[in-house]
């Protein structure tokens, strides 16, 4: 599939502006050259990082990749700390940038359980707002954002993990103030700012057999009754030897039935040993350091280099096979030093889950995944 605008429509990566790689990729192959015939690729950054004295940050992002999120930037508590007080500056640094880049600009995230104020959720005494108060905020909150970026920010996460583990809705303020509901007016309302953007659900552990059939289920009945959702972003928090392709495969075709456009977002690789029976994201998780739990700080051996580069092109081959119904494959940052995967879920750790090493280098799974025959 080309850049086209005619296949960005097609694809369901709705958005005003024509779409073309930056003319760097197109003189020197990067990852977005490499895989333009089969879906965007994009990265997670920061305003700092893009701003770097030395460029090489801003250059790599501009080189490698088609497509943009912002890692924290456009979460509540960042945008909007305080009771009408909003902090612009970095997420439109960040915009920009993808616009001087031609970059496709994805949002994250509206409405969360994490990275929201706690005034959010509360009255003027501090005890849980009403039922009636946080509607009103979240249609404020998605107003203000989606209107502002209104035709830049080609698609967003709507809602970001709002099933736990298996276990149905997680027990979140939005859910325990608003019912299941507040999820499907977050949808509405998004689609009211911007009718054009391509509007997301977002979570981890999407292979997990459970959460997989709860968000059929409920997909199912939001396409049935008209709900606005148009794709659905599978976080790809993975390990060595986590998840299994097959039940990878099996929610990404799930999901591609249902008529969704599936995305592959937050990839990254861990290479540490885990301390967790089974691997989350949800960063109130924490387990305490143990020199065991770091044993690479010296750098990667040869050997597990090897398997992290296996590792990435398995999953490489099961979104190439999948290409069709899978629009873009982000990476959670660019290189292993800015990655979060150094403070989770173990703090203070050495990790290497990104392509790039910490001089921002391509390592040898980069090297392995351009050589792909596609
Ligand atoms: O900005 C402050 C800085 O001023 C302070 O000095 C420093 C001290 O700890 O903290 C900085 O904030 C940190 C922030 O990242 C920016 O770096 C927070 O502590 C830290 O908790 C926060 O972590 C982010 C995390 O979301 C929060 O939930 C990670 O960078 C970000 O990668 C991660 O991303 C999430 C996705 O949004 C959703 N899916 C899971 C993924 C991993 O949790």
Not at 83 to 104: P, S, T, Y
Not at 196 to 219: G, I
Not at 330 to 336: K, L, R, S
Request: hydrophobic share 40%; glycine share 6%.
């Amino acid at each position: 599939m080309k850049c086209t605008r005619r296949n960005i429509v097609k694809a369901g990566l709705l958005g005003s502006a024509f779409v073309a790689l930056p003319a760097v990729a197109r003189a020197l192959p990067g990852l977005a050259t490499k895989f333009r015939d089969q879906f965007y690729v994009g990265t997670a950054v920061s305003a700092r990082s893009l701003n770097a004295p030395s460029g090489a940050f801003a250059a790599t992002v501009a080189h490698q990749f088609n497509a943009l999120t912002a890692e924290n930037a456009m979460k509540p508590a960042l945008l909007q700390p305080q009771m009408g007080e909003w902090r612009w500056q970095d997420a439109d640094a960040i915009v920009k940038f993808a616009e001087q880049h031609k970059m496709l600009m994805h949002g994250h995230t509206l409405v969360w359980h994490s990275q929201t104020p706690d005034w959010f959720f509360q009255n003027k005494q501090g005890e849980p707002a009403d039922k009636a108060t946080l509607y009103r905020r979240q249609e404020e909150y998605i107003n203000a954002v989606v209107g502002r970026y209104k035709g830049r920010v080609h698609s967003w996460d709507v809602v970001n993990e709002a099933e736990d583990e298996g276990k149905g809705w997680r027990k979140s303020h939005w859910y325990n103030i608003c019912g299941p509901e507040f999820m499907e007016r977050a949808f509405r309302l998004a689609h009211a700012a911007d009718p054009k953007a391509h509007l997301c659900y977002n979570d981890y552990n999407m292979h997990l057999p459970q959460k997989r059939e709860f968000l059929v289920k409920l997909f199912k009945d939001y396409i049935k009754r008209g709900v606005p959702i148009h794709g659905v972003g599978l976080q790809g928090h993975v390990g060595l030897d986590y998840p299994s392709l097959d039940e990878l495969e099996k929610t990404i075709v799930a999901m591609a039935d249902l008529g969704l456009k599936v995305h592959i977002t937050e990839l990254d690789v861990d290479v540490l040993p885990a301390p967790w029976q089974l691997a989350s994201a949800d960063i109130s998780t924490k387990f305490e350091y143990d020199k065991s739990l770091n044993p690479y700080v010296d750098g990667l051996p040869d050997a597990v280099n090897e398997q992290l580069s296996a590792r990435y092109v398995e999953l490489f081959k099961l979104f190439i096979k999948h290409q069709q119904h899978i629009g873009r494959v982000t990476f959670w940052g660019v290189g292993d030093g800015d990655s979060w995967k150094n403070n989770f879920p173990v703090p203070g750790r050495t990790n290497y889950p990104l392509l790039f090493d910490r001089n921002l280098k391509p390592k040898p799974a980069y090297n392995a995944l351009m050589a792909l025959k596609l």
